[in-house]
């Protein structure tokens, strides 16, 4: 991260595109029992100078509320471009895509969504507790709420006691960490999440799956969460929908139903190898199609 602007503006496009517009009310037809994010058909093209680029083809996809969401697949197969559909960061070509019951840009102007970004993109000149609170402090958010609620939010994350250090005080785990306080405290119903732990080791990684296993039971949030880690998907999600690559089309979903306190050692029984096995099977299947 190389801020050359001034001091308070965006570092790179992530951070800003971090921080939805604010607004007064949270409509919500998930709270209404709608899905939380619902595509039809939904497909998108990028034109280049290179020719057209079929990003996404025919993508039905429906996320209910409370659902773990994972999308996996090969390098390049659109999981990323799907995410940015859904936060109104990318127009689909054809098709319908509807969040929270509305378009994804009027979502983005309640609020529906918080999204983390593979790098934190933490400021490196704000502490932890001031990066945490930027979004509500364009929101207008008195300071003494954006205190209560960075340290409501830091504990949530296991960073209680670092609010007043710098990013670069933190180890990468910590620092994403950071950044997942940051999408979760204006308390978004949705969270994206886009390879989250992708640039971390596994130890740290594995850890931090438990972590986030655990925040979803106790939030309730409704998370999509990229990844091209079998075992991060399947140990994670309730719903893992593997993706083929060129065009990026839903392969297989797979719906699981595994104990919600389940640890790390879940990864050795029957039941999580099956589904492995399954969604290796479909990520296959996509690249022998792509032949
Ligand atoms: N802005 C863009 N312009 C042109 N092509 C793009 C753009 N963004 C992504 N792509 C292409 O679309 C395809 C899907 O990309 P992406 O969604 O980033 O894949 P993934 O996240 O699964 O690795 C890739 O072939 C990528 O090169
Ligand atoms: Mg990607």
Redesign the pocket.
Same mark, same amino acid.
């Given at each position: 991260m190389t801020p050359t602007a001034a001091p308070e503006a965006a570092p790179d496009a992530a951070a800003s595109e971090a921080v939805p517009a604010p607004s007064a009310a949270r409509a919500s037809a998930a709270a209404g029992g709608g899905p939380v994010v619902r595509t039809q058909k939904l497909s *998108?093209t990028?034109? /280049?100078a290179d020719g057209p @680029?079929?990003? *996404?083809s025919g993508i039905d996809l429906t996320v209910e509320e409370g659902d773990f969401v994972s *999308?996996i !697949? $090969?390098? !390049?197969? +659109?999981? /990323? /471009?799907? *995410? #940015?559909v859904i936060a109104d960061l990318?127009q689909p070509t054809d098709g319908d895509i509807q969040v929270n019951g509305v378009t994804p840009h009027q979502a983005r102007l309640e609020r529906a969504y918080g999204y983390v970004f593979q790098a934190a993109a933490l400021y490196p000149w704000r502490t932890i507790e001031r990066n945490v609170t930027l979004p509500l402090e364009i929101m207008g958010v008195p300071q003494a709420e954006r205190r209560a609620r960075a340290a409501a939010y830091l504990e949530m994350v296991n960073l209680a006691g670092f609010a007043r250090k710098y990013p670069w005080q933190l180890s990468g785990g910590m620092q994403q960490r950071a950044s997942i306080a940051r999408a979760l405290c204006f308390d978004p119903d949705l969270l994206l999440m886009?390879?989250p732990f992708g640039a971390l080791d596994e130890i740290v990684r594995d850890h931090l799956n438990e972590q986030l296993l655990n925040l979803w039971n106790t939030t309730g949030k409704t998370v999509v969460f @990229?990844t091209?880690s079998i075992s991060e998907a399947v140990f994670l999600s309730n719903k893992i929908v593997v993706?083929s $690559? #060129? $065009? +990026?089309r839903i392969a297989d979903v797979i719906e699981t139903d595994f104990p919600p306190d389940r640890d790390l050692d879940f990864r050795e029984t029957q039941a999580f190898i099956d589904v492995a096995h399954r969604v290796r099977m479909g990520l296959r299947q996509g690249i022998a199609d792509d032949d």
């Open positions: *998108l990028f034109q /280049t @680029v079929y990003a *996404l *999308l !697949g $090969p390098s !390049g197969c +659109g999981k /990323t /471009t799907l *995410l #940015r990318e886009d390879e @990229v091209h993706m $690559p #060129r $065009p +990026g």
